[in-house]
């Protein structure tokens, strides 16, 4: 071992290096990106099964925060979820983003490293060169220096090659396997926003709605007592709608009356403006 680092000369030290860093942080992201440890199985029917029984508390909620990344994602949904469908979202895709950048960290890392690796044992291919250059003497050829210089040269070319293939291979492996933990979450999460908080109509068309009707129906109907039964609220109120037509209908009317008398008012005021003014 100690030869062959002898032999490919000082460049070496950087690709060793990379290597090691490389293997570190494949192992810590293979450990990291575990299917147990980001997506548990059962983590979304045991939510659904506690809402079913209405024992979702913020003790519970806080638990599954702690649990998994897929258990933050659904645990800030649940917490967000008597806000509206809207905000339900809104919670979960924050809480995802911060999920996503957790699980991309350290890809990076692995993905320079393979495009470094190369250029790493290029530089080494440059140096031995220059050995190889600097071994040519007026006197003659130093066969020592010569041979030293291509297998500096050789070494590094192969060894930045050895590095940068499996980095680049675990790049994309973690890179596919973290997307694909992402397209998963959010499926969960649509089916928890479908569950906790169906849709809902939009509440500012409703508003509207409900100005227009009164404004053609007369005054807002009251509001019934909340210990009213189901089966004396709806004879109230539709009577106090027809009360406020019947209003409606008096007034257009009245309106109509008015209209004649003003003519024959305006009329009469006439010929006695001229003679005054004659």
Do not use: C
């Not at 800030?76 to 924050?94: C, L, S």
Request: glycine share 10%.
């Amino acid at each position: 071992m100690f030869s062959l680092i002898e032999a490919a000369g000082w460049p070496i030290w950087f690709l060793i290096l990379a290597s090691v860093a490389a293997l570190a942080l494949i192992l810590e992201r293979s450990l990291a990106l575990r299917r147990t440890k980001i997506v548990p199985s059962g983590v979304f029917d045991e939510v659904m099964g506690l809402h079913g029984s209405h024992a979702l508390s913020p003790e519970m909620n806080a638990r599954l925060a702690a649990s998994s990344p897929l258990g933050r994602v659904l645990a800030a949904g649940i917490a967000h979820a008597r806000f509206g469908r809207a905000r339900m979202k809104e919670a979960m895709e924050d809480s995802g983003r911060l999920v996503a950048h957790e699980l991309d960290r350290f890809l990076s890392a692995i993905g320079t490293i393979a495009t470094v690796a190369p250029l790493l044992g290029l530089f080494g291919t440059v140096v031995g060169m220059i050995e190889i250059f600097g071994a040519q003497a007026p006197g003659g050829t130093n066969p020592q220096q010569l041979a030293h210089g291509i297998s500096v040269a050789l070494y590094n070319t192969a060894l930045g090659i050895l590095i940068a293939i499996p980095a680049l291979i675990a790049y994309r492996h973690f890179r596919a396997r973290v997307d694909a933990y992402l397209v998963e979450m959010e499926e969960m999460a649509l089916r928890l926003a479908d569950a906790l908080a169906p849709d809902e109509p939009a509440l500012g068309v409703q508003s509207m709605h409900a100005a227009g009707a009164a404004g053609h129906a007369g005054p807002v109907p009251a509001a019934p007592a909340p210990g009213a039964p189901a089966g004396q609220v709806a004879p109230a109120a539709a009577a106090q709608a027809e009360a406020g037509q019947r209003a409606a209908t008096a007034s257009m009317l009245a309106a109509a009356a008015r209209k004649p008398v003003e003519r024959l008012t305006a009329r009469s005021a006439g010929p006695s403006r001229t003679g005054s003014a004659a």
